[in-house]
């Protein structure tokens, strides 16, 4: 076995000790040797350690290398444990394989058993648990270590994997895997990702569909095909939600509050032009879709589907309506709204419906006036109205003029008291 001082020592060279086939990172103690005063622990932990423990003196520092087996193994195991006293401390460490603090209580890997295969020799290169039932790894970075002179990536950490082989593998970049025991119930939440941004400077920008990387852009998550180099092919799709052994309670989960109001509304997912959401009935086939082509406001078309759509309210088989193509279809049409309001040189009274559609009593006698039914919608054109007297048939009420938000009547033979009855569609 062959280490090399750090600081420019001659290698120092012997027999590779019984208890350890590979210099292991996760087994050494880092000491400090002080002139005059022989070797002081940096931990601790060092009283725990045996007398018999061997250790390499370097120009100027001590490693010292656990050799006692931690715990015990009680049960087989692919790889040796190491001393739970041994700690490292260093800046530059190269090794082919590391282990660090990879031993559990009961004397096995207890992570082979959720993900099995990880604990076979050569197939994990950095084995790191924790003993102590809290973090597991660490890995940070911050830009005021970067002394560069020039703008430089920041990343705390990068999961790369290269599908280059000739065989069909399976590849995953990063996976992660939550757990739940069979009866475990005390635990509070799990979660497998979160990703968190705490904003101590200035209020972020917004983003949209159009300018998606504004100055001090803050984002959680970007999911890109591509790295940004020419050369890319597509791809099948940034995110899957999927069933493999169970089902999730409900799918994506915007909390109240969690995104500001803009204009009346929350922008919980935001479109381009021409972008939408699709509907399938089954592998490949597209049934519904609703998206708009509009790329100004007011403006566009918005297709709830190709062929015909219907909407229906509570539990009944009778759709309340059915938008086919050039044509609407419902069982029935209700006036809503307020009543209109009532002009001309007929007066009426006791008016009942709604706003297009309705019934009213005359208040005077009209044998030659008009009635004007002003609307509260403004029509594309202008309005059509029919009118009736129920009470007398020798009356007569006709449309005569209208505009984008009334109808003119002409009254001939008309009483008080008549009952009249109208409707109105707007063009």
């Known amino acids: 076995m062959t280490i090399r001082s750090t600081d420019g020592g001659k290698p120092i060279t012997g027999p590779r000790p019984r208890w350890q086939s590979a210099v292991v990172c996760g087994a050494l103690l880092a000491t400090e040797v002080v002139a005059g005063q022989g070797v002081h622990a940096q931990t601790a932990g060092v009283k725990a350690v045996s007398a018999a423990i061997p250790s390499v003196s370097l120009d100027r520092r001590t490693v010292m290398i656990g050799s006692d087996l931690y715990p015990r193994i009680s049960a087989p195991s692919d790889q040796a444990r190491y001393d ?22 009961e004397g096995l890997t207890w992570a082979n058993r959720y993900v099995p295969g990880t604990d076979l020799p050569g197939i994990v290169q950095l084995y790191s648990l924790s003993t102590s039932g809290n973090y597991g790894g660490f890995f940070g970075a911050r830009s005021s270590d970067n002394t560069s002179q020039r703008s430089e990536n920041v990343i705390g950490s990068i999961s790369l994997v290269v599908a280059d082989s000739d065989r069909p593998h399976l590849h995953w970049a990063h996976y992660s895997e939550g757990y739940v025991p069979r009866g475990k119930t005390a635990f509070r939440l799990l ?11 200035s209020p972020a920008p917004s983003a949209d569909p159009y300018d998606f990387n504004p100055q001090h852009l803050l984002n959680n998550m970007r999911l890109d095909c591509g790295i940004g180099t020419s050369g890319a092919q597509s791809c099948t799709n940034p995110l899957s939600i999927l069933n493999n052994g169970a089902r999730y309670r409900a799918g994506i989960i915007f909390g109240d509050n969690s995104i500001e109001l803009r204009d009346g509304a929350a922008a919980a997912i935001a479109f381009p032009a021409g972008y939408g959401m699709s509907w399938f009935g089954s592998a490949g086939v597209q049934t519904w879709r609703l998206f708009a082509t509009a790329r100004a406001a007011d403006a566009g078309t918005v297709r709830l589907a190709d062929d015909a759509f219907s909407v229906t309210v509570g539990r009944t088989t009778t759709p309340a309506l059915r938008v086919e193509k050039g044509a609407i279809r ?7 709204g307020t ?8 007066p009426v009274r006791d008016q009942r419906g709604g706003n297009t559609a ?11 006036n008009t009635i004007v ?25 006709r449309e005569t003029s209208y505009s984008r938000t009334s109808a003119t009547i002409a009254v001939a033979r008309a009483r008080r008291s008549d009952s009249i009855v109208f409707s109105c569609t707007g063009f």
């Not at 419902?330 to 809503?336: E, H």
């Not at 509260?376 to 009420?397: I, K, Q, V």
């Open 84 to 105: 739970p006293a041994s700690i490292m401390i260093a800046n530059t460490v190269g090794a082919k394989t590391g282990l660090f603090g990879a031993a559990a209580r």
């Open 191 to 201: 979660i497998n990702d979160e990703n968190s941004i705490q904003n101590e400077g």
């Open 330 to 336: 419902t069982p029935a049409v209700i006036a809503a």
């Open 339 to 346: 009543v209109p309001v009532m002009g001309g040189t007929c």
């Open 358 to 368: 309705g019934t009213f009593v005359l208040a005077g006698d009209c044998a030659g």
């Open 373 to 397: 039914i002003g609307l509260s919608d403004s029509a594309p054109n202008g309005w059509t109205c029919f009118a009736s007297d129920m009470t007398r048939g020798e009356a007569t009420l």
